[in-house]
Structure formats: structure tokens, C-alpha cells
């Protein structure tokens, strides 16, 4: 299969950014200021594992006018260089006595007005990603000038996928979707779960991930009691539900979806519980279309998993996708998010099958002005078997 | 090869959690907060990938006596239950009005006194690991308590690893070695770069890795410009060095070393400058003893790879290893850090070899009392050839 193309033309980034601006406008803010991985990529482009490393921050400032300025490590400048961005300010990280906030602060100053007030993500996914002495010395530096929240610009921007972003996703899903159907192939009854996470995470890179940044799953008899544990050596047996959950990455972008795999013939609890799952996630497929909302989503596939109306407390049937594993918004009662085309969405119900052990079935699709669209290859109600 | 025991005895826990309780109380703190994956991880043991979605907040508080007290999202209890902590308060996250800051605030309220001061990390390597608004809410709420450097606590402890924890970081660098060590087989010119290290990833899984978070590298002729750059499509070509650098990880603990493949027979060029880099670490593990300092380190291998005397501004030549690829310290002329046992480092020299391009060469050592022990299979002075 033909992989799409590495990457976006500068055009992309240009688009994103004067929207920002514009945005930028009508909130009163003089700039925004950018500190986190997924932040920095989507408007520069700046694609590397290196965030793996903790130790130096990475500063993108996008001002009210004109290009965005990268004030970042000089290991960082070759490969920031060869994106569109071209003011780059570079020091010698680390550096124990100012690691890079004077520089900062000196571009901030440039760049806005004594009374500029700067946006810096604030919400629910974000955190601001230098140490905090570092970030009361921008805070006093800055002033009068003020840190102020960035209203969630960068938030409502991504929550919009383009033409491009959801190919990637789309992509890396239908890896994923190759790699599932391998399972069988060489994982039974008797394989200790580590050895499954081991060979699930080859099939991945095997059908074409770039990398496996997620896998989490768990295997138990007729079911599990939990969905985010590393695996432990133990033995897969006959009659356990073996689930592998994966956000594996293509050129940037994820998908995150799980498959359920009954060890040996299934009970009809199991049976029973996974046909729900899969008729949720349909009944919410099919009502997701633009004007609906994230909380019709949630009712929608609550009715179905929970006929008694409650709500199960772990939360959320779903989220928001991307550049993360798991972005804004959440499918929760409480958010009321209007669905518009290009949005994409995990569809992710849980369902209790006793003896408090759950089952967790999850698709990934995109909002279309027609309906939604499947970037994952839908599971049929039956599970699968090895 | 047998894998050493997976976890840690409570012991270790308690222990970690009393050396940090009598620091506190040095530093005038009532509590430590912890917000970070690492940090929570070092006083309670819970380890997850769930870490890579950025949509729940997790807490740790450690009081100046008795246990820590975890404060987390309801679906992690189950995981948390499975650690030696028993104080696990939850709450169902995503919750948008309050997301659990309200139940960390009467948990600090009740286990520090009003003129208390709580610790948070705010040096380099770390961050806050929560949204700017949260936070401001916390502080907020806190108040007349304040919340204040944990100076630096816990990256002093951890600094020096125990005996359980450089088995794993040794078992990771072993698999990393024999990864290495297969990389002739099947990888050679023509291949692109992309699926050189998919490749690459797939023979540190079958080796035993429990994934690989780190994977950088580059591949161009007679040597590369950038060691942070995500792979291209671009093949393999006769002349070209390739670099690969992993970090690895097995049961949270990563090694983190390269190795340099010359594609067809090296240049005189290449031959010199990769056995002047291995020179430089044989030279700095040496003198890697008990009393020697970091900038020591840093002076002995600058000395061979730029027999001028001047200091690359890329930066340092190495840094601390642990449960994060890179950790306190940095190898830079600037750290005095005196070398104690129990300290693992890596030793990372890079080599001006012309044209703008370099060669970088990085091995793992702990820190004995009679001096370096390698946890890399150290590389001999000749470039591997494929």
C-alpha cells in the first residue's frame, strides 16, 4: 500500500497560523507563547523523538503579526531549519544559569507592546512544559506585560483536522488494523502477556509504523479489571479476553484503537458483552454527523452498555485525536462540543460483565458533512477468536 | 539470558519515602508534591504507558511522616491498588469543573499545617505536570500554605540508583548490545532510512525490550549534521556513516547509547574521528571514580575529541540515566557534581569531522567504588562496517 506523502507544504502552517492571529485579535493577546511538543509541531512542523529528553525547553512564540520566532536549543537548529520557520534564536542548552529565558524573554520583549498580554495554553490536556523557577522568571521578567491564558486557540484550531491530518490518521489506522488481524498468527494460549506486547508492538512496525508510543491491554478470564496496566509475565490461558489497545504514530499523527481476542471459544457473557460494545459504537457512528453534540455521542452508546441508565464512574466512552493519543474533547455527559466535519473521535464504551472484570471496544472515526467516516476497519459483533 | 525480578520490594519504596521525609524536614517542608511520571513512580512504583495521554492529572503527596498519599483518577486505582501505597483517593476524571484539584487541596489541607510549605520540583528535567490554570487554583486554595522548590529532593536521590535499579538499566543496555550487534543482518545500503529503524525497533523488541521510546539517528557521507532528526525515506548509499540512538526500556528503567555503522569501507576521516570518540569514553571511564567531578569528565573527553582546546556550543558530553532517558546531571564544565557509587552516566563525545558534520559515540557506565563499570558493551576503536 502507498503511503501518503511525509509532512505538509508550508501553506498548511502559514493557514494555521494566521488563523491563530486572527484569533489572537479578538482576544486581546499579543502574542502566544509555546512550550509543549504538540504545540510546537503544529505550527513549525518540528517533528523529533528527542521531546523523549527532558532536559532542555523549547520555546515557538507566534506574535500578533508577521512569522512565528523559535527560541530553542542549538542542537535543535539543523532540523528546525529545515522547516518554514525562519527566525530561530538559538543558546547552549543546558545551561545551569539562564536556560534560555533570557533569550526569550528578550524576543518576547521585542515582539510585544509593554501592555501585551501573552497566551500560554492553560486547560485540561496542557501543562506548560519548563521548570516552574524557570516560568516565575519569565512571569517577572515579562512584566508589566502579563502571562494570560491563550482562550484555547490552539485547542479549538486542532480540534478541526485538514484533508492531510486526517490521511496521516487514517494511515497509521490502517496499519494498525493489518497488525490486529496478524494476531492470531503466533500468539496463543500459553504466550506470557510481555512476550504478546512484545510481538504485537513488531506487527506494528512491521505493517509501517513509524513508532509505538501506546500499547496497553490485559488478558483475564472472561474479561479484565483494568485497561492501563503494563504486561506482566503471566501466561496467556484458554478462556481469558486478551485486549491490545495501541497508539501507534505515522509521521506524527496516531491512531488509538483496541481489539478483543477471546483465548479458546468464548462464554456467552463475553460474546454477549463484546456484541454490545460494537452495536455502541455503531449506534454513535451513525448519529455523529455535524449538529450533533459530544454528549449525544455518550448517551448514545450508554443506553446500549448500561440499559439501566447509569453511569459507570472510569469515565469517558471517547476523545479527541491526533497529534496525541488522546486530545480534546471528552465523550462525557458534561461536554456539549457541537460536532463539526473534520473532526476526529475515539468511540471507546465500556461494558461490566461481572465479577468486576470489564471489556473495553474502541474504533476511531471522522466527523464528514455526510456522516461519520471509519479510519479504523469496524469489528463485526462477533469477537475474535485465537 | 534470565531477566532480573520485575518491581521492587516495598522496602525500596519505604526507604525512598523515609531518606525524602528526613531531607524535608532539613528543608522546612511539610509535604513533597509530586505531578511527574518518574517522580510518582519513584516513591510508589506505578508504572503505566497510560502516561502518554495528556487528559488526567495525577498526584502524589509525601508527607513529612507516615505514607504517601495518592490522589488519581478513578481508572488508575486499580493499578495504584497493586502498589504498596494504600491511601488512594480518586475521583472521575475527565471532570471539567473540577479535575481533581478540589480533592488534592483537602488532602494537603489535612496532612500540613497552615504555615506548611509543600514542596514541587522546579529545576531542570522537570516540570509541572498540570494545566497552568490548575495550578493557579492550587495555589490559590492552598493559601496561607505555600507551595515552594522541593529543592530538589528527589533529583538528589535519584541521582544515585540502588542496586535493583542498575540491574534493570544494565539488563536494558544488554539488549540494546545484542540489537546492535544484529543490525548487519538484513539492514545495508538501499534500504531507506524509515525502514532501517523500524527495523531496528523490531530487533530491540525481539530482544527483549519492553518498548522503545527513544530512537533517533541519522545516516549521510562520512558522517551526519543532526542527531535528533526523525527518519526520511531516503536509502542507504555506499560512504554514508549510519548512527542509530536508543533508548530502550525494560520495566521502566532505559539504557541510552548509539552505535556508528559504516555503509561499504570507511575514509580515513571517519576511521580517525570514531576511534578518537572512543578514545575519549575509554579516557573518561577511567577516571570515572568516587571523587572525580563531572566537569573532570566532561575536561577529559574534550580534551581528545578537540585536541584545540575549544568546547563545541552543541553542548554537553553526556548525562545522567535512569528511569528517564536523560537525567541529571549534564556533562558540561559547568557541573561540579562529585561522582559518588551508585551513579549512572552516560558519556556521549562528538567529533568535528568537516563539511558540517559530525560523529557522535555514547556508552553507559555506573559509578563503583573502585571505579567505571560498563553497562554498554564498550565499542572498540573500529568503526563496525555493513
Known sequence: MTSPIRGFPASEFRGRTRAAQNLMVKHGLSAL???TEPEIRYYTGFLTRFWESPTRPWFVIVPVSGDPIAVIPSIGAH??????????RTWAAPDYTDDGIGLLLEALHEVTPKAGQIGIADQMESHVHMPLADLRRLETGLS????????????QMRLVKSEAEIEKIRHAAAIATRAFDRVPQGIGAGMPLSHVFRRFQMLCLEEGADWVPYLAGAADHSGYADVISPATDAPLAQGDVLMLDTGLVWDGYFCDFDRNFSVGPPTET????HSRLVEAT?????????????ADLFHAMNVVVNPSGTIMEAGRLGHGLGMQLTEWPSIIPQDHTVLMAGMVLTLEPSVDVGAGKILVHEENIVIRDSGAEFLSHPQSPDIRVI
Open 270 to 273: 463475553v460474546k454477549t458483552g
Open 33 to 35: 507563547l509555546l512550550t
Open 282 to 294: 455503531q449506534t454513535a457512528a451513525e448519529m455523529a454527523r455535524p449538529g450533533a453534540t459530544i
Open 79 to 88: 532540523l528546525m531549519g529545515q522547516s518554514w520557520i525562519t527566525d530561530i
Open 144 to 155: 508589566p506585560r502579563r502571562l494570560v491564558s491563550d482562550a484555547a486557540i490552539t485547542r
